[in-house]
Every structure is written in C-alpha cells, then in structure tokens.
C-alpha cells in the first residue's frame, strides 16, 4: 500500500504535524509513504477550458493545459493507492488552493467519463489510457480549523470530500480538528494525535470492506451530519444527493437512508453514472433550442460584449 499525505498549510504547522503523523501510523502498518506540501506550489483556477476531457476523446492522455505546478500533485496522486489529506479552514471551507486543485482534478479524472473512454479504446484497439487513472483509491480527510466555535468549521470536512467523489475514491475515515486557537499546536493534544496516528494504520490496511473511522455523522455514506429540509420528514444529504426519512423518538433524531439510495451516492459508481447520463443527455435537450435562437442569442450577445467594456 503506497500512502500519500498532503498537506495545503503552512510549513511545520497544524496541517503538516497531523498528517505526518498520520503518515507515521500508517508508515507503522507497513505502508510506503510519502508526503507533498503544496503551499510553495501555484495551483491556478480552473478556466473551463476542456482541454482535459476534449484531449482523452481525442485519444491523448489527460492533461491540463496550464502551465503551473498542478501536475506535481495530480501524478503523486496517481502514484498512490491511498490520500491521507489535510486542509486548514480560514473562512468555514478549506482553504482557496485546495479547491483550486480539486476542481480541476476530480473533473478532470471523472471515473464514468474514464470508464466510457477506456472501453472506446479497447474496441478501437488505440492507445489506452494511463491506467493509473482507473486505480480504485482510499482517501481520508483532516480538516484544521483554529475556531472554538465548531459551526466557524462547519464546510470544512464537506468541501474536502469534493476531491474524493468524482474519481470514485473510497473515503475511510475523516478528523475535525476544530479549536487549534486555543489548542496551540496539536502536539499538545495526545487524544488528537493518537486519533490521527489510528487513522494513518487505518487507511495503511483498506479495502472494499473497511469501515469507518470518526464521527459516524448522519449519512452512512459520507459520514457527515449536513442535513438539508425539504418541508416534510423527507430529507437529503447535500454531499451524496441521497434521501432518507427523517425520524423522531423523544429527544433523539436520526434519518434512516434506505439502501436504494445508499447505492446512487455521488460516492458509487450507480451514482456517478447516473450523473454522467445525465450530462450525456444535454445536448439533445438544449441542441434543438441553442439551433432556434441562434440569431436571438448572436445579436444579444453583442450587445452584452459592448457593455460595460
């Protein structure tokens, strides 16, 4: 088991410590670890450009077209069975970097759009894919943030699962590392750093059927308590876009997600399928309308390129 940590804080900060002691429990497991600071890298935003996925269906190998130091974390990425990853939270989400780089690698590496092209390759007998990019992984989160508050932290660990989902990776485990105001480091807390060592050991032995380390939360799936109303006991979890029912005993409030909808979490493969249809499906939906108003749609646009030039 080769065992990435990456860390998006500072030098020798909280981000760092936690994951390299993660990487020590599963450095202690008899995994091959390694570990990437990123913040002396430039990972720029994505720009829509799709030169990612219009470059595999042309046949080449997927790549990003900017040239910044993005690359070094995709191929470390693709070099390891398993991300341990840590991110601080300035502003309740992880920080800027982080999202910059997951948003251009989880679309970039979306397990159905891979999945379509490799079997269009084998069929068409041409160049396959980096097969690295097809390699089932298992990710745990730490989420660092310095408030007391725990709701000042509230979209850290949810915004880090952004980077797991889309590539299929198998999330194990998380930590909420909230409070490092007034923790001062988390050398100072031994219930933290034993937690982030047994999670280290934990994600060195994963497979298919490992379970949970954490928090359980209230979806089974992501493990988080995010729970968004719909005005009935029907409610949905906003990560894995799956419902369950909203049930009340007493004091004591749990959802019961059936496995129906289990399975079509953004965090399956019946999940990320059925999104994928779905955007395989918008152009025989808007084509026809784009093909109607294209003179209403020209001439509008001209008139906002003109504006406020």
Not at 4 to 16: A, D, I, T, V
Not at 202 to 222: K, M, R, S
Not at 236 to 243: A, K, M, V, Y
Request: with cysteine; glycine share 10%.
């Amino acid at each position: 088991m080769k065992v990435l940590g990456l860390s998006f804080g500072r030098k020798m900060k909280n981000c760092e410590i936690l994951v390299k002691q993660a990487l020590r429990g599963a450095g202690n497991a008899g995994a091959q670890v390694s570990f990437l600071r990123t913040i002396n890298l430039r990972v720029d935003h994505c720009i829509g450009c799709g030169a990612c996925s219009s470059g595999m269906r042309a046949g080449k190998q997927i790549n990003c077209c900017l040239k910044d130091d993005y690359h070094i974390i995709e191929e470390a990425i693709l070099d390891a069975d398993a991300i341990l990853v840590a991110a601080p939270v300035y502003v309740l989400t992880p920080v800027g970097q982080f999202l910059n780089f997951a948003n251009r690698f989880g679309p970039a590496h979306d397990r159905m759009a891979l999945e379509a092209e490799r079997d269009k390759r084998t069929k068409e007998g041409t160049e396959p894919l980096d097969e690295r990019c097809l390699h089932r992984r298992y990710i745990a989160y730490i989420s660092v943030g310095g408030a007391h508050t725990k709701n000042w932290v509230s979209y850290g660990l949810s915004g880090m699962h952004l980077l797991g989902f889309s590539t299929w990776m198998k999330p194990v485990g998380h930590i909420d590392a909230y409070d490092m105001g007034c923790t001062g480091s988390p050398l100072l807390d031994n219930d933290l750093m034993e937690q982030a060592f047994n999670l280290g050991e934990h994600i060195a032995a994963a497979d298919e059927d490992t379970g949970w380390f954490g928090d359980p939360g209230y979806c089974p799936v992501c493990h988080l308590s995010h729970i968004t109303l719909s005005g009935t006991t029907t409610v949905e979890c906003p990560l894995c876009g799956i419902t369950g029912e909203l049930i009340v005993e007493g004091d004591e409030v749990r959802v019961d997600f059936p496995p129906e909808q289990r399975s079509r979490s953004r965090y399956t493969r019946e999940g990320l399928l059925e999104h994928y249809l779905e955007i395989q499906s918008f152009g025989a939906v808007a084509g026809p309308k784009l093909a109607a108003g294209k003179e209403l749609i020209d001439t509008q646009l001209k008139e906002f390129e003109a504006y406020l030039t």
